[in-house]
């Protein structure tokens, strides 16, 4: 089991940046692929990048694809979301999740544990 508990969320100005940080307890972290999802209000959760278990290979949603990195430290158990040209577009409540295997999968159903979240506000 891990819990996770994320970090780093905030108000920015359109074109800013920001690092989401998602922090891991237990000790087998690096078993899990992680992903970062968002969701604004009256919206479904989507999708917005994902991990694997390495680090090696990551996946993005097209929205995001070129602006935001995923990035992972399995020495100190976190998952990271840097976060750059930042559009108002991208306000949402970001949650970090964990799904056990090997593949990296971006379909929420996949993931079996959840943070909290953290509020993302992007102003114009």
């Known amino acids: 089991q891990v819990q996770l508990v994320e970090s780093g969320g905030g108000l920015v100005q359109a074109g800013g940046s920001l690092r989401l940080s998602c922090a891991a307890s237990?000790?087998?972290?690096?078993?899990?692929?992680m992903g970062w999802f968002r969701q604004a209000p009256g919206k479904e959760r989507e999708f917005v990048a994902a991990?694997?278990?390495?680090?090696?290979?990551?996946y993005y949603a097209d929205a995001v694809k070129g602006r935001f990195i995923i990035s992972r430290d399995n020495a100190k158990n976190t998952v990271y979301l840097q976060m750059n040209s930042l559009k108002p577009e991208d306000t949402a409540v970001y949650s970090c999740?964990?799904?056990?295997?090997?593949?990296?999968?971006?379909?929420?159903?996949?993931?079996?544990?959840w943070g909290q979240g953290t509020q993302v506000t992007v102003s114009p």
């Open positions: 991990i694997s278990r390495s680090g090696g290979t990551t």
């Open positions: 999740a964990a799904a056990m295997g090997r593949a990296v999968v971006t379909d929420s159903y996949e993931y079996g544990y």
């Open positions: 237990g000790r087998t972290f690096s078993s899990y692929v």
